[in-house]
């Protein structure tokens, strides 16, 4: 049994000098798996699987015989026995989709052996293919379930993939003649990204390829806060060939689960730590809705859908180019806007044509993260975000940003107040993290006690399982001892409900730095409800506050909001606290970045259509581009579709 083309099997099989090792040759979601009984015997040619890549133009990976693989226990004492002691292992994983054994500890060097001699003995030895890595100083407990869970559904997993494979390298109906885009979501607004994608010929469609499935959470109503998944293009889910993330942020990501709830039953491909972060937002949010009266104990997807979404994901590294449909290739590239953002490049058919979708990104390098990736194979069209696209969204120089945290800091704690930062509990609460550690390591901000609540942590966490995301002086300090400014002893966890009220209660001035960013849920309205009516505190906004949510209503001055409901009845909080809003912190190019980007992008592009931007902002810079870069712009709309080729 097999689902691989005939021409692909010959191919392999001719280039093989041991046929007979051969047992067995599978699509796998966008990989052609070779499997066999010895796989160091056909690895030692360390050219023969990239030379047959190249021969097939398909991803080819080797893998043991499921038959041959020691017994998880069993390889596991082995492994023990033939690794030192002094490489301190940690963990011991199995992916048995995979044949991998992921072995987590202190010193992976010692694991790997010198010149690879130990990971060659474990692999011959107990036949599992060892993944050395190290032990992220910070345990994660989504990255633990998430293991467990491969590894328990780990047959279900790989019928998923070999469907996908088969899907994948079908023939496809004719040579492709049109794409087009159709804005589902996210469209002269910020909120609930989606972006439909299609390629066909004069038989029919071919791909339908949907980039981002965002919720907009500064709404309640549906009709504002979902993408127009209803559109006759979509109306069908299980008609959709494949989804690409870009980033984690629920404005991209948080409405994927939803499509499995209601037929799709296809891949999600993402970096390997936005498929981590994706699950602990949304989990989060079904946690909030849960907690709150926003969702009326009637969320649009459960967590039973989130695991499909987690069997159904298959991991991309920035620069891996793969088959997602029979003439479109996905890469995706660094965009430095939080941890595994990407910027998405698609490549149809021999040449035909080539788009590049930004998602949200930076064009400057940040705290954590290098600057977004800016050349490209081929572009003739680019999808740019243009959430500070306005003439006057310039942003300070970050360190300018950075000093006036720290001055707002000082100032308050100085009069015995408290400081309230709103923060998505990704990318923004680790930048702010690691500047409120130096300064603190420096002497410049002293006897401060820093509270994380919500999520932080555990994104935190995630954070450092990934350091080769990070940029190269951040990953020294993670791994560097007593360097690490995650596990500065100036933060401290809350815990749960009972610490959160006794901080709100302890009267030593500190800062708070909490979910969710934009004061739509979490522990932040707690904090807010307590802190608000006392004037000697101050509330920091670090990041955009979208129309429609608390923190816009709070960042504009109101001097009553709302924040909820109570026995029915609208629960209102009178403001008195200092508001302060520090630009120069935002994961989002400004309006000099995202001109300097398009102006920069290798090679130059046809078009450029703009999203993820207010009415106002996107079309202020798609009137820039088109006057001084002489290019063809677009803002569509909602629902409008756009012909590409």
Same mark, same amino acid.
């Given at each position: 049994m097999t689902n691989v083309p005939k021409d692909i099997r010959k191919a392999i099989i001719e280039k093989i000098k041991y046929p007979e090792l051969i047992s067995g040759i599978w699509a796998e979601g966008p990989k052609i798996i070779i499997y066999t009984r010895n796989p160091a015997i056909l690895l030692e040619d360390g050219d023969l699987i990239r030379n047959l890549a190249k021969e097939i133009r398909k991803r080819v990976e080797v893998r043991p015989d499921p038959d041959v693989l020691m017994d998880m226990e069993e390889a596991k004492k082995k492994i023990l026995e033939i690794v030192p002691q002094e490489a301190d292992i940690t963990s011991i994983n199995f992916d048995p989709v995979m044949?991998?054994? #992921?072995?987590?500890?202190?010193?992976?060097?010692?694991?790997?052996?010198?010149?690879?001699?130990?990971?060659?003995?474990? %692999?011959?030895?107990?036949?599992?293919?060892?993944?050395?890595?190290? =032990?992220?100083?910070? +345990?994660?407990?989504?990255?633990?379930?998430?293991? *467990?869970?491969? @590894? =328990?559904?780990?047959? +279900?997993?790989?019928? #998923?993939?070999?469907?996908?494979?088969?899907?994948?390298?079908?023939?496809?109906?004719?040579? %492709?003649?049109? /794409?087009?885009?159709?804005? !589902?979501?996210?469209?002269?607004?910020?909120?609930?990204?989606?972006?439909?994608?299609q390629t066909g010929s004069r038989r029919g469609p071919e791909s339908r390829i949907l980039l981002d499935c965002g919720i907009n959470v500064a709404h309640n109503d549906p009709e504002k806060a979902y993408p127009y998944l209803n559109a006759p293009e979509v109306s069908r889910f299980d008609m959709l060939d494949a989804v690409v993330i870009t980033h984690a942020h629920l404005d991209h990501s948080g409405f994927v689960p939803y499509l499995y709830k209601y037929g799709y039953d296809g891949p999600v491909y993402c970096t390997p730590p936005t498929r981590d972060l994706v699950t602990l937002l949304v989990m989060d949010y079904l946690e909030i809705i849960d907690k709150s009266d926003r969702g009326e104990g009637n969320p649009p997807y459960t967590k039973k859908e989130v695991k499909e979404f987690i069997k159904h994901c298959i991991p991309l590294e920035y620069g891996e180019t793969t088959d997602i449909t029979p003439e479109v290739r996905l890469t995706l590239h660094n965009a430095g806007h939080i941890l595994g953002s990407a910027i998405v490049h698609l490549h149809v058919g021999e040449g035909l044509y080539n788009v590049v979708y930004t998602g949200d990104f930076k064009f400057g390098g940040t705290r954590l993260l290098e600057s977004a990736k800016y050349q490209f194979p081929r572009v003739e069209t680019l999808i740019s975000e243009?959430?500070?696209?306005?003439? +006057?969204?310039? @942003?300070?120089?970050?360190? +300018?940003a950075e000093k006036e945290l720290v001055r707002t800091v000082i100032n308050t704690l100085k009069r015995g107040g408290k400081v309230l930062v709103p923060v998505m509990g990704v990318g923004r609460a680790q930048e702010v993290m690691v500047v409120l550690e130096e300064y603190a390591r420096s002497k410049l901000l002293e006897d401060v006690t820093v509270?994380?609540?919500?999520? /932080?942590?555990?994104?935190?966490? /995630?954070?450092?399982?990934?350091? *080769?995301?990070?940029?190269?002086?951040?990953? &020294? !300090?993670?791994?560097?001892?007593?360097? *690490?400014?995650?596990?500065?002893? #100036?933060?401290?966890?809350?815990? &749960?409900?009972?610490?959160?009220h006794e901080v709100i209660e302890e009267k030593g001035p500190f800062v708070i730095l909490s979910t969710s960013g934009m004061m739509t849920g979490g522990p932040v309205i707690e904090y807010f409800r307590e802190l608000a009516i006392d004037e000697r505190n101050t509330i920091v906004f670090v990041a955009y506050q979208a129309e429609g949510s608390l923190g816009r209503e709070v960042q504009?001055?109101? &001097?009553?909001?709302? #924040?909820?409901?109570?026995?029915?009845?609208?629960?209102?909080?009178?403001?008195?606290?200092?508001?302060?809003?520090?630009?120069?912190?935002?994961?989002?190019?400004?309006?000099?970045? !995202?001109?300097?980007y398009i102006g920069k992008i290798h090679p130059r592009p046809e078009r450029v259509i703009f999203c993820h931007g207010e009415n106002s902002k996107c079309l202020d810079i798609a009137s820039s581009v088109y006057k001084g870069m002489r290019l063809e712009t677009r803002c569509p709309q909602n629902l409008e579709t756009i012909r590409l080729k």
């Amino acid at each position: 049994m097999t689902n691989v083309p005939k021409d692909i099997r010959k191919a392999i099989i001719e280039k093989i000098k041991y046929p007979e090792l051969i047992s067995g040759i599978w699509a796998e979601g966008p990989k052609i798996i070779i499997y066999t009984r010895n796989p160091a015997i056909l690895l030692e040619d360390g050219d023969l699987i990239r030379n047959l890549a190249k021969e097939i133009r398909k991803r080819v990976e080797v893998r043991p015989d499921p038959d041959v693989l020691m017994d998880m226990e069993e390889a596991k004492k082995k492994i023990l026995e033939i690794v030192p002691q002094e490489a301190d292992i940690t963990s011991i994983n199995f992916d048995p989709v995979m044949g991998k054994v #992921i072995i987590e500890a202190r010193k992976p060097g010692l694991v790997i052996g010198k010149k690879g001699e130990l990971v060659r003995e474990i %692999t011959s030895k107990v036949r599992w293919t060892p993944e050395p890595i190290r =032990t992220p100083p910070i +345990e994660s407990k989504t990255i633990k379930r998430i293991r *467990n869970m491969l @590894q =328990t559904e780990s047959k +279900e997993r790989r019928a #998923i993939l070999r469907r996908i494979g088969k899907l994948i390298h079908r023939e496809p109906l004719d040579k %492709t003649s049109w /794409i087009r885009i159709t804005g !589902l979501g996210g469209f002269r607004e910020v909120g609930r990204s989606a972006i439909l994608f299609q390629t066909g010929s004069r038989r029919g469609p071919e791909s339908r390829i949907l980039l981002d499935c965002g919720i907009n959470v500064a709404h309640n109503d549906p009709e504002k806060a979902y993408p127009y998944l209803n559109a006759p293009e979509v109306s069908r889910f299980d008609m959709l060939d494949a989804v690409v993330i870009t980033h984690a942020h629920l404005d991209h990501s948080g409405f994927v689960p939803y499509l499995y709830k209601y037929g799709y039953d296809g891949p999600v491909y993402c970096t390997p730590p936005t498929r981590d972060l994706v699950t602990l937002l949304v989990m989060d949010y079904l946690e909030i809705i849960d907690k709150s009266d926003r969702g009326e104990g009637n969320p649009p997807y459960t967590k039973k859908e989130v695991k499909e979404f987690i069997k159904h994901c298959i991991p991309l590294e920035y620069g891996e180019t793969t088959d997602i449909t029979p003439e479109v290739r996905l890469t995706l590239h660094n965009a430095g806007h939080i941890l595994g953002s990407a910027i998405v490049h698609l490549h149809v058919g021999e040449g035909l044509y080539n788009v590049v979708y930004t998602g949200d990104f930076k064009f400057g390098g940040t705290r954590l993260l290098e600057s977004a990736k800016y050349q490209f194979p081929r572009v003739e069209t680019l999808i740019s975000e243009s959430t500070y696209g306005g003439s +006057e969204d310039i @942003q300070p120089p970050r360190k +300018e940003a950075e000093k006036e945290l720290v001055r707002t800091v000082i100032n308050t704690l100085k009069r015995g107040g408290k400081v309230l930062v709103p923060v998505m509990g990704v990318g923004r609460a680790q930048e702010v993290m690691v500047v409120l550690e130096e300064y603190a390591r420096s002497k410049l901000l002293e006897d401060v006690t820093v509270f994380l609540d919500g999520m /932080i942590w555990e994104a935190t966490a /995630i954070h450092t399982a990934y350091p *080769n995301y990070m940029r190269k002086e951040i990953r &020294d !300090l993670i791994f560097q001892e007593g360097m *690490n400014p995650f596990l500065s002893e #100036i933060f401290e966890k809350v815990e &749960d409900e009972e610490r959160r009220h006794e901080v709100i209660e302890e009267k030593g001035p500190f800062v708070i730095l909490s979910t969710s960013g934009m004061m739509t849920g979490g522990p932040v309205i707690e904090y807010f409800r307590e802190l608000a009516i006392d004037e000697r505190n101050t509330i920091v906004f670090v990041a955009y506050q979208a129309e429609g949510s608390l923190g816009r209503e709070v960042q504009k001055g109101k &001097d009553v909001v709302q #924040i909820g409901q109570r026995e029915g009845k609208g629960e209102y909080v009178e403001v008195k606290m200092e508001v302060k809003t520090i630009d120069g912190f935002s994961g989002h190019s400004d309006r000099r970045q !995202l001109m300097g980007y398009i102006g920069k992008i290798h090679p130059r592009p046809e078009r450029v259509i703009f999203c993820h931007g207010e009415n106002s902002k996107c079309l202020d810079i798609a009137s820039s581009v088109y006057k001084g870069m002489r290019l063809e712009t677009r803002c569509p709309q909602n629902l409008e579709t756009i012909r590409l080729k």
